[in-house]
């Protein structure tokens, strides 16, 4: 696990986002937005950006801000990803707080995924790879939601391309473990190994969408949710 600077707070890299995301939703506490396929020019996305590069190169280290592209972590599987985003919703303004992705290997796309680059697992012409899941929320009970939310999102977004059978994602050994508390189907198809890239011991895994839908409300609801471009579903209550 890369290691986490505690001296920097969460508050400290979850950024503004400047858009009017509670417009008519103002006692709403946290919006999830769909920012659709590929890199995009807009605040959202933008904070969505931001969000990646305060992680992992303030908290953890990982990156190296002055070596990033115009300063912000973006990597070759952007242009092929389909992200969500998590924005709570705040007296001075709402702020990005947990975020995924979800890298496609479809068509003609001859790019390895992550997974089968790092891992060497032939995993064959098309599939898709959960990637660069964050969570900034100080209290857990949030931050679980959150990461609930953004799950139902990425299992609904897969069944609708119809990539159920290639699901992979490059995991810490923690999270490989709430994923499996909160009814994630998962299996391992790695063991545990180091990996120069994320600074620390992952695991290669496949998930289940069809298991996955059914603990996280249901294949039904899952494949009723809205999760096209710019789609919003929000929760919560802002606390007076």
Known sequence: MATRNKKVRNEEITPPVRADVFKGHASCR???????????????????LDLRTGV??????????????YGVD???????????????????????????????RIGNDNRPLPVDSLYG??????????????GRLDESASQALALRELLRSVIAHIRQIGADDKVFAIVERPLERVLRVMGI??????EPVWLDEYQGVNVAIKLDPIVSAANLGGLAEIDALDVSE???RFWGKVEA
């Open 121 to 134: 697992l032939e995993l064959g012409t098309e599939g898709v790879e959960v990637s660069r899941y964050i």
């Open 30 to 48: 946290f919006a999830l937005i769909s920012l659709g396929c590929g890199l995009k020019s807009n605040p959202v996305y933008s904070s969505y």
């Open 230 to 232: 710019g789609a919003i």
């Open 185 to 190: 189907g998962v299996s391992r198809i790695s």
């Open 74 to 104: 973006l990597d070759d599987d952007d242009d092929r990803s389909v992200a969500f985003v998590v924005v709570e919703n705040r007296a001075a303004q709402p702020v990005a707080v947990a975020c995924v992705r979800v890298i496609e």
């Open 56 to 69: 992992y190169t303030v908290q953890t280290g990982m990156l190296d801000q002055a070596a990033l592209p």
